[in-house]
């Protein structure tokens, strides 16, 4: 083996670089360039202008291989002392200007791995594309589907991946958000000071804590589904035209979606919701409003683990319980039957309203059954809503069942009747508006739709998409991130725990590799 000698540093080690700015210097002088369109010179600046960037990229990388100094020895997380030091181990990195190669010295002994220190200073990632690049894959892939993220990536970047290298470079990029958001401190709700309104008369004068959970379904491959579809069964095949059988579609897996946020106290009457006239139109006051929001989503866990997480966050916020609890569902049996278990299990009180907007389409359906005329079914939702903000939800639910018998003994079947008896007969326990809005607390779930629309179904549910469960839950992840306003700490905090895993567990002494 040759001894290690250092090679001598050239006169300049950024030579390439002014060549090839000089050599863009003389193309821009020229007569042939001042007389084109400008199209065709931001096209040019573009172009060479990120072939120049790489330059730069590559002769700076390459002037510290040249001055990187040796070491002693170097020992491993094996226990193993690297004595032997080889200069020109070189890797490829892929960046936003283009591929370069890093060179670097290996310490190396018998039946051990090479160790590279200098990967451990730069923070190099462990696969071959720049932190950087991965970055903007993130956002392309949570943005768009893979292909178009791959032809937006060209546009920008030059830089040529494949489907599979975008998906595995997200789930990637995904890996630690559990743990990021597990040390994450919740915001803080208290206002600037000087700058709080004064409390309404009524509300304890403290911000509520709004809890709200939801599920929507995402079509995934037969692998990602909780529950394998069962084996067709065995038939013979007769001849026929079709070159192949149909593939059934609907398989899906429900993403759970959460979100947690506080609302300062709106009182308002069934007068502000649903105005009778003008005159109560006109005296319309404001609901309450959503602030420090967060959100949380998941295909791979189950809705009793969300909503376990769910609370952790609510108890982040208000861990002595001092305020004042509203969870907002729309009524699905079993999200409620986990809520009232984990509130159980923590000791802390809360009060359950079922959105009102699902009440209003049950309230719909009863009156496309009761009343033939559009105008009369109008009217018919507008009296029930009225008095179920009013208060007088069993007296509706009675009235509901008059109706049913009514139609009953003259034999005309109802489903929408019967099916809205049921619902509001079962949700009674959820159904104090008039509380609610007199107390200010919001009686609609919009924030966990929207947070349902946005994150899933503005990106998981586009024409034809059927996922994995690793890249689904990847994006999902990610959207949750970017929406939270979170991405910028959370890529620090993933680039850091990558250092640890990807360098710091190879050495022995983990705190002084980039001595």
């Not at 104090?432 to 899933?456: F, M, N, Q």
């Not at 910028?488 to 250092?499: A, G, I, K, N, T």
Request: hydrophobic share 35%.
């Amino acid at each position: 083996m040759a001894t290690y000698s250092r090679p001598p540093p050239p006169a300049d080690d950024y030579a390439a670089s002014r060549a090839w700015f000089e050599a863009m210097i003389t193309r821009l002088s020229e007569e042939e360039t001042a007389a084109g369109t400008h199209e065709a010179l931001e096209d040019y600046l573009t172009g060479d202008g990120r072939e120049l960037q790489r330059t730069m990229m590559q002769d700076h990388l390459d002037a510290c291989a040249r001055r990187e100094e040796r070491r002693a020895q170097v020992v491993g997380a094996d226990g193993v002392a690297r004595v032997r030091a080889e200069p020109g181990h070189t890797r490829l990195l892929a960046t936003t200007v283009g591929r370069v190669e890093v060179s670097r010295i290996a310490y190396r002994a018998a039946k051990a791995s090479n160790l590279h220190p200098a990967d451990a200073v730069r923070a190099l990632p462990a696969r071959t594309h720049s932190f950087p690049l991965q970055r903007a894959v993130v956002h392309e892939v949570a943005d768009r589907p893979l292909r178009s993220a791959r032809e937006s990536l060209a546009r920008t970047t030059g830089q040529q991946l494949g489907t599979r290298q975008l998906q595995e470079i997200t789930v990637e990029a995904a890996r630690d958000v559990r743990d990021f958001y597990a040390q994450h401190t919740a915001p803080d709700p208290a206002p600037a000071p000087g700058t709080e309104p004064e409390p309404a008369p009524g509300t304890g004068g403290r911000d509520l804590l709004v809890l709200s959970i939801d599920a929507t379904g995402v079509n995934m491959i037969p692998s990602g589904l909780r529950t394998p579809p069962p084996p067709p069964p065995p038939r013979p095949h007769p001849p026929s035209a079709q070159l192949s059988t149909r593939e059934r579609t609907g398989r899906t897996r429900m993403a759970c979606v959460t979100a947690c946020y506080d609302v300062r106290p709106a009182p308002r009457s069934a007068a502000d919701i649903l105005p009778r006239d003008a005159a109560e139109r006109a005296a319309r006051r404001d609901g309450p409003v959503a602030k420090a929001r967060r959100m949380d989503a998941s295909l791979e866990h189950s809705t009793a683990a969300m909503t376990t997480a769910l609370f952790d966050q609510a108890e982040q916020r208000d861990p002595a319980h001092q305020r004042r609890w509203v969870v907002l569902v729309d009524g699905a049996n079993h999200q409620l039957d986990c809520i009232e278990k984990e509130a159980g299990k923590r000791g802390v009180d809360i009060d359950i309203i079922v959105d009102f907007v699902h009440v209003l389409e049950y309230l719909w359906k009863a009156a496309d059954d009761l009343h033939p005329d559009h105008g009369t079914r109008a009217a018919f939702v507008q009296s029930a809503a009225r008095d179920l903000l009013e208060g007088h939800a069993p007296r509706l639910v009675a009235d509901l069942h008059t109706h049913q018998r009514t139609r009953i003994a003259h034999n005309r079947p109802a489903p929408g009747l019967d099916r809205a008896a049921a619902y509001l007969e079962a949700k009674l326990p959820y159904l104090d508006y008039h509380i609610a809005l007199t107390l200010g607390w919001p009686i609609a779930t919009g924030v966990i739709e929207g947070s349902c629309r946005y994150l899933v179904k503005d990106r998981l549910d586009v024409t034809g998409a059927r996922w994995s469960l690793p890249g689904g839950e990847a994006v999902l992840l990610l959207r949750t991130v970017i929406a939270n306003g979170d991405f910028p700490e959370y890529w620090r905090y993933h680039v850091l725990r990558d250092h640890q895993r990807t360098h710091q567990t190879l050495y022995q002494n983990q705190l002084d590799i980039a001595a």
